[in-house]
């Protein structure tokens, strides 16, 4: 293999470490300042401005991977189009003003056009970023993530004390978006000029017209709770599942999400080989995720009820339960990811298409159905139909391309049952105040999932480099 995904992990792995104290701690710290009504507002703004921005989130990122002969012209094209997509989206989002502003608050409404113009932001440093992640330089990436969540955090608490409220949350995601495109235009010869050309225009086309619609899909899928929770139950409901739904995502994503972000390179560079080679790739790589989340989520578990008790006041004591429920749900998002992945690079798009018609649908019934029974059905529900879509889509997958499913699943699934069989009695009977017998277990669980997790690796060994 001419990429070495352990090789290359290895080198981000104390960055990505870095990262997710970073996260850890801003969470807990902003907490304590903005209250969850705050958050709940900011939420509802990110919602709305997802929604109206789907021209400018049309799918360029695997039409860039995926071709051979990278012109000069055609790298251009995909910056110009990108702009002037985002531009149209936030013009929409202005001459909307009138029309939402009587049925949402003024912050909602500013709050909203802010992130939409910090979208043309951050469009405008769209193709440094494509040509680094293009040229594998995942290192220095994952670097730049770290300094920059730092030094936005640092910006967004000062502005949280003073009483900033959503406007923190703002300023955080301008000032992360402001330093991200001056550092990728200062590591990238290449210079924006607008161009727009048939040829090329044609070319992305093939890939657009058909990820547009998977895109507009994926936004039902991955967005419309937050939009249903706004609109049924309120801004405070909102704020404390936005929250729970961050804590169970963000060891998920700063880990095993980045290993799938890292995929569609990898993916991409070895579709036109042989069959027995990508499968090789794709079963490590999911190798790799699948035995991450599930020892993170097994270890969220033991200590969550311990570590909301400490950080968090009783503004926010919804959030464990809700958590909870967002577990399953946060476990399969990266593997989701990962396998939607392999299969464009696999050019079966029409599969994704179909899965994703079928999850929306479930979504707007479900979030429709349960917004009256409260944030708890509503998160199970995400799980369960995320769940769903991604057995379809592994499946598919598997009959295409012969990996060995038992091998990726099994023996983590049984270590996580077991350690989760164990834990539900102590919790029950000790509660919180059984903190050595948590420990031992988690001490337990961890040692046992990691020498599974090196005896299984060896089996990569014998793959050529």
């Given at each position: 293999m001419s990429f070495s995904l352990q090789n290359t992990a290895s080198r981000v792995f104390l960055w990505q470490r870095a990262n997710q104290v970073i996260y850890l701690v801003r969470n807990i710290i902003l907490a304590r300042f903005i209250a969850p009504a705050e958050f709940g507002l900011f939420a509802i703004a990110l919602n709305l401005a997802s929604y109206i921005a789907i021209l400018g989130t049309l799918e360029f990122r695997t039409a860039f991977f995926a071709a051979k002969d990278l012109t000069e012209d055609r790298i251009r094209v995909q910056w110009s189009t990108e702009v002037l997509l985002n531009f149209v989206t936030l013009l929409i989002g202005a001459l909307l003003i009138p029309w939402l502003s009587q049925t949402r608050p003024h912050a909602v409404i500013i709050a909203m056009i802010s992130i939409l113009a910090i979208s043309l932001l951050e469009a405008s440093f769209s193709t440094p970023l494509y040509l680094l992640e293009r040229d594998l330089r995942f290192p220095f990436l994952s670097a730049l993530y770290t300094v920059v969540n730092l030094t936005s955090f640092i910006v967004c608490?000062?502005?949280?004390?003073?009483?900033?409220?959503?406007?923190?949350?703002?300023?955080?995601?301008?000032?992360?978006?402001?330093?991200?495109?001056?550092?990728?235009?200062?590591?990238?010869?290449?210079?924006?000029?607008?161009?727009?050309?048939?040829?090329?225009?044609?070319?992305?086309?093939?890939?657009?017209?058909?990820?547009?619609?998977?895109?507009?899909?994926?936004?039902?899928?991955?967005?419309?709770?937050?939009?249903?929770?706004?609109?049924?139950?309120?801004?405070?409901?909102?704020?404390?599942?936005?929250?729970?739904?961050?804590?169970?995502?963000?060891?998920?994503?700063?880990?095993?999400?980045?290993?799938?972000?890292?995929?569609?390179?990898?993916?991409?560079?070895?579709?036109?080989?042989?069959?027995?080679e990508f499968r090789a790739s794709y079963t490590e790589i999911t190798f790799h995720i699948t035995r991450f989340c599930l020892a993170i989520a097994v270890l969220m578990a033991i200590f969550m009820k311990d570590f909301f008790s400490i950080f968090y006041d009783q503004n926010w004591q919804g959030v464990p339960t809700i958590f909870a429920a967002l577990v399953p749900y946060a476990i399969l998002r990266p593997l989701y990811q990962n396998v939607s992945q392999a299969m464009q690079a696999r050019k079966q798009l029409g599969a994704i298409l179909a899965v994703m018609f079928l999850q929306s649908i479930l979504i707007i019934f479900s979030m429709i159905w349960l917004a009256s029974r409260g944030l708890g059905p509503i998160a199970g529900a995400m799980g369960a139909i995320l769940g769903l879509g991604y057995v379809l889509l592994e499946w598919q997958l598997h009959r295409k391309v012969g990996h060995s499913i038992f091998f990726i699943f099994a023996f983590p699934l049984l270590l996580a049952l077991a350690a989760l069989s164990a834990w539900l009695p102590i919790a029950r009977i000790t509660g919180i105040q059984g903190v050595a017998m948590r420990v031992g277990l988690a001490l337990s669980y961890t040692l046992l999932a990691s020498w599974e997790w090196w005896v299984a690796r060896r089996r990569f060994q014998s793959i050529p480099a």
């Open positions: 608490l000062g502005i949280a004390i003073a009483g900033g409220g959503w406007v923190a949350l703002v300023i955080d995601r301008a000032v992360a978006a402001g330093i991200k495109g001056v550092i990728l235009y200062s590591k990238t010869k290449w210079r924006p000029r607008f161009l727009l050309r048939m040829p090329e225009l044609r070319y992305y086309w093939g890939f657009v017209s058909i990820l547009f619609l998977t895109g507009l899909l994926g936004k039902v899928l991955f967005e419309f709770d937050i939009y249903a929770i706004g609109k049924w139950i309120g801004p405070e409901a909102n704020g404390i599942y936005s929250v729970a739904k961050k804590w169970a995502l963000l060891p998920m994503e700063l880990g095993a999400g980045f290993i799938a972000i890292m995929a569609l390179s990898l993916y991409s560079s070895k579709s036109h080989l042989s069959l027995e």
